[in-house]
């Protein structure tokens, strides 16, 4: 389909800046122009207050002791070492979980699926809903699962691990679907034509192609697992936890738990460990989209 | 289509393939059958018009009352600040970088974006508490407020939401053709005007649908509301007061132990059925609004 800002192709595509000609310079163009920045200097005004005040009130207890010590009754002595741990068992198990289902199911949907076929246009319509529907109601979902088999300690790796899996599969499947759209069809008619099956062209053309996208997608997906915390709290992950989590079925707490568990209580220290622990939280996450960020702009393929 | 014989073991790949898409599906049918059994069992014991319009939740007291309605007005309360907050400055900032920001503006503000996208909600939390409501609000404006209130947490769900309904709203209008815009800028228009009167128009479909899911999220959110809204729950009547959510109420009761098939129990299902159903219901519209915007032009 060719639009007319195709055919318009070279030229520039607005020809007027602001402040450039008189129509522009007028009084009321230029305060719409300074509210449409407010509006957007307010967000990052936010974000950096947020930032400067977790730093300040946590900054003083930012250290060696919070990653090694156990929670305490005292908040001189207390540390997230647990929480730690926990996360990176329950984003670990969620990782393996999704990441394989996600990209087989949008694999099915972009490549093998036929689209006016009902099933698959029941799956579409589910995933896009499942994007939206609140964690909490995943947290619920876990619980009866859970209850359903007949598991009486809820409060396992595993059964975090499903709950946040669930919650992240759309984002999964709906970010695998993009980059597999990505790859031009004429790979995919190229192979085609050498004699190779779908599923050759699938998993030895397009897959691989298509990994960049998928590892973003995944990255992000993930990031947002690990900062989520009201599913968890369901499977009553609020628990005191003064142990290392050390397989499927131990018992764990994470670390935006263990911030909410420090936030609720009267002791100002509390506070500053809530603080200290976001920082690190934040510090992840910062790091994990920076990766997913890296990995787009240095190995996406420009078709 | 003429692909290669298909091999004996790539019908076994289409099938495991199949399979992982329907797991999609089978997630839906959990959450309904997870949500309604409990359900049913609570509506056995509640009639469902006590729970639907009596207005005093007290579940756990000994002349025990489920009215659901204060929970409804604090999340009504917080819903309604997030979007007073999120709505402007989205837009505000949807335009800005669909219509004045240059390329290598966009490149370098998107990101911004993303990253209030995805600060934790348990740390949004804690800085509604700590320094809006305590430190902000009671501090140095000496607002009559006690230790929470609907607004602190609003207000900080507001930015939350910012990013969603601005990159959503920004997709609708960057689809708007240029061809519209350099018509408008022909007829003598500023960018203003362009804005205003053909963009915005052009793109409201989507604009809603960013609206629509901004609304769905506030609904839904549960770490800043069960942090800094408050944990009792009565009907809210001013922003300055403490009031407890459906996803508050989820998120204390999933505190306690409850037994499954309690009564107690029940009830958490009956008030995620009913969170349940306000958001789908809104997803369905938002879902909706965005395919008519793509089928515009």
Known sequence: MISLQDSLAGAPTMPLKTGETPRERRPAPMIFLVVLWLSLLIAILSLLTLIVNIVLEGGSRFGLPLFTEYPASSPDRAGARPAILGSIWVIGVTAVLTIPVG????????????????FNRVIELNVQNLAAVPSIIYGLLALAFLALIGVRDKNI???????????????????????????????????????????????????????PGIATGSIIALSRALGEAAPLLLLGALVFVSFDPNGLLSGFTTLPIQIFNWTGRPQEGFHELAAAASIILLGLLLLMNGLAIYIRNRYQKRW | MFAGRARPGEAVIKVVLRVAAAVAM????????????????FFREVPIFDFLLGDRWAPRFADASFGVVPLVTATLWTTAIALLVS???????????????????????????????????????FFALQFVQSTVFREWLRL???????????????????????????????????????????????????????VFPA????????????????????????????????????????????????????????????????TLYAVGLLLFAITLTVNFISIRLVRRFRQAY
């Open chain 1, 157 to 211: 790796v595993i059964g975090g691990a499903l709950a946040l899996s669930l919650l992240i599969l759309p984002v999964i499947i709906i970010a695998t679907r993009e980059a597999i759209r990505a790859v031009p069809s004429e790979i995919r008619d190229g192979s085609l034509a050498l004699g190779a099956t779908r599923w050759q062209t699938t998993w030895r053309q397009v897959l691989p192609a298509s990994v």
């Open chain 2, 26 to 41: 089978v997630t839906t049918i959990g959450i309904v059958f997870a949500l309604i059994v409990p359900a049913i069992g």
């Open chain 2, 203 to 266: 793109a409201l479909s989507g604009i809603m649908a960013a609206i629509v899911l901004g609304i769905s999220r506030a609904v839904g959110e549960t770490m800043i509301v069960a942090i800094a809204a408050g944990s009792q729950a009565r009907i809210v009547g001013g922003p300055l007061e403490q009031g407890q959510t459906m996803t508050g109420f989820i998120a204390s009761a999933a505190l306690g132990d409850s037994r499954v098939g309690s009564l107690e129990y029940n």
């Open chain 2, 87 to 125: 709505v402007p400055l989205g837009l505000g900032a949807a335009l800005l970088l669909s219509e004045y920001a240059t390329p290598g503006l966009r490149k370098t503000l998107k990101p911004i974006l993303e990253i209030l996208a995805g600060v934790p909600t348990v740390v949004y939390g």
């Open chain 2, 144 to 198: 009559d407020t006690g230790a929470f209130s609907v607004l602190a947490a609003g207000l900080v769900m507001g930015i939350m939401i910012i990013p969603t309904v601005a990159s959503i709203s920004e997709d609708a209008m960057s689809a708007v053709p240029m061809s519209l815009r350099q018509g408008s800028a022909a007829l003598g228009a500023n960018r203003m005007q362009t804005s205003l009167r053909v």
């Open chain 1, 103 to 118: 990209v087989a199911a949008a694999v099915h949907l972009e490549e093998f699926a036929d689209k006016k076929h009902w």
